[in-house]
Every structure is written in structure tokens, then in C-alpha cells.
């Protein structure tokens, strides 16, 4: 093995671990959301965040949310459907990174946005170069949905949305006492 193909080995290895814990760590929050599972206090509690937050009907939001999570998280783990994880991962932590932590400053210890951040350089970074050769996309020979136009395109739709979402957003309204 010449010096080139061990860092392009190396290179691989580390995309698929940085895909399999990016990609699994959202779908843990997705499936804590949708399925109430791994300690989440449950489907009625997350779309009564959900409407607190100002999203609503809470429960259509959050299941909204939840399957973007998920479904992103998966496909990225997996390696499968080029940028559509990345893009989704995008959407929907833009989403939860200005409406919830962009307040709070920027360290995850005060709620800021510091693991939005990460996460949606993360699905940037992934959109952008794409799998790795470690990828179901790869073992199937299916490229249709990845290099850097149609990433463009689908990150491009993501902020899109992410932003038509945070425009439907009412927020509860308090009046001084």
C-alpha cells in the first residue's frame, strides 16, 4: 500500500465514522421525538414543546421534526441517497438552532447553539464532499443525488424551508402583568 492509498483509506475510515455518529446521534433525537424512546418524556410532552415554542398544531411539528431527524439521520449513517440526509439534517437543526438556541449564546452548557452549529456544519460538510467510498450509495453504484450541484441544490432547499418554517412560527405572546 503506497503512501497515498493509506491516507485515502484513512480518509474513507473516517467519513464512515463521522457519518455513523453524526447520522445515528440525530436519529436517536428523531426517535426520541416520534417513538418517545431514549428518555424522552414522551409524543404529547414533545408537541406541547412544540406549541410553547410557538409551532403549531405542536403535534404535526413535531412529528414534522422528528421524522426529519430520523429520516436524516439514517440515510446519512447509511450512506444512501446522496445529499438528501445532509440536507434534511440541515433543514431541520437550522430550525431548532435559531427558534431554541441562538438566544441562549453559543455553549450547549447554556442551551446555546453550539451542537446546532456543529450539526448543521456537519450536514454541510457531508452534502458537499459527500459518503465516502464506505457507503450504501457506493455499493450500489447510485450517484444520482450526490456531487456538489445537486448538494447545492438540496442544502439551497433545505435553508429554504427551514426558513418558510420559522416564518409560520407564532410565538406565545405574554402580557405584562
Known sequence: MTTNDSVTASIAAA????????????????AQKV??????????????????LGFRPGAFFALSAGLGELGGGVLTALGFLGAVGPALIVMVILVAGIA???????????NGWELSGLYVASGLL?????????????????????????AGVLVLAAVVLAFLNLAMRRPVQTTAP
Not at 467519513?15 to 428523531?30: E, K, N, P
Not at 417513538?35 to 410553547?52: D, H, I, K, N
Not at 431554541?100 to 447554556?110: C, D, I, P, R
Open 100 to 110: 431554541v438556541h441562538l438566544k441562549n449564546g453559543f455553549l450547549s452548557t447554556n
Open 126 to 150: 457531508l452534502a458537499l464532499i459527500g459518503f465516502g467510498p464506505y457507503s450504501l450509495d457506493n455499493a450500489i453504484g447510485f450517484t444520482m443525488l450526490s456531487g456538489p450541484k445537486i
Open 35 to 52: 417513538f418517545g424512546w431514549f428518555g424522552s418524556p414522551g409524543r404529547l410532552a414533545t408537541a406541547q414543546g412544540f406549541e410553547a
Open 15 to 30: 467519513l464512515l465514522i463521522f457519518r455513523l455518529v453524526v447520522g445515528l446521534g440525530l436519529a436517536v433525537h428523531g
